[in-house]
């Protein structure tokens, strides 16, 4: 069975292929720059469920309740830990190829990303909230990442693709396409994510300088906190210039 990764390297070539060109007389600039930032739209989670036993002062491994001898206490640790939005900066270089058919490569950070986990512990069926927890001394359990607190993950986007301006002249609606990854640091050991991207912008050109605005949504195929897909919609707009 074909995989997602598989398929774009035809996809492109089919674009490329079947997509009209417009007439070209030569006289447009074949390169574009765009500097750009805008926002990283992200709502990455995961829960889970830990339950450990709540040591012994004795060292006898489980506390016993008085009214029910053998009765072993556990405590439930219930947490969410969510990523979320995040400023973006970032470059991009285009090259027609073909008429109005051009291929991108660009690279983004999102510097900004909050990573934080609220949840509870239970004990005996009563829960109290989480955020007591990261003051108590003492060894703390394994897998309890929300003990560290509220963190800062930084987001590394790079990728190439395709895009085609729907008209010719001054103002120019754009479909956009292509592939790429996206590494996270600070969430722990660097992770990297494949990703899809499709979207939409304009470009609104004076001459050899303009503007142009892009919504594209970065779908990650398994996000490293989710492992889920997860859509991560970026909306920016940036200076262009053309030469």
Excluded at 64 to 79: A, K, Q, S
Excluded at 134 to 154: Q, S, W
Aim: proline content about 7%; glycine content about 14%; hydrophobic content about 40%.
């Amino acid at each position: 069975m074909l995989t997602p990764r598989a398929l774009v390297i035809p996809t492109l070539l089919t674009l490329t292929l079947a997509l009209p060109a417009a007439a070209d007389d030569g006289t447009d600039p074949r390169n574009q720059i765009v500097v750009f930032g805008g926002m990283s739209i992200l709502d990455a989670s995961r829960e889970r469920t830990t339950v450990f036993p709540l040591p012994f002062p004795g060292g006898r491994g489980a506390f016993d309740l008085p009214f029910r001898p053998g009765r072993r206490i556990d405590v439930e640790l219930r947490t969410r830990t969510a990523l979320g939005n995040s400023p973006l900066f970032g470059v991009r270089y285009s090259r027609y190829i073909k008429g109005r058919l051009a291929v991108e490569a660009d690279l983004e950070v999102g510097p900004g990303h909050d990573l934080e986990t609220t949840g509870e512990a239970c004990v005996a069926e009563r829960c109290f909230g989480a955020g007591i927890l990261p003051d108590l001394p003492g060894p703390r359990p394994p897998g309890l990442d929300f003990l560290r607190g509220g963190r800062r993950v930084t987001a590394w986007h790079y990728g190439a693709g395709l895009a085609y301006d729907i008209t010719g002249g001054d103002v120019r609606p754009v479909l956009v396409f292509g592939a790429g990854g996206v590494s996270w640091s600070g969430s722990g050991p660097a992770e990297t994510d494949f990703e899809l991207r499709f979207g939409a912008g304009l470009k609104i050109l004076f001459g050899k300088v303009g503007a142009r605005i892009d919504v594209i949504d970065h779908l990650v195929l398994d996000h490293f906190l989710s492992g889920k897909s997860e859509h991560d919609i970026q909306v920016t707009a940036g200076l262009l210039v053309a030469f």
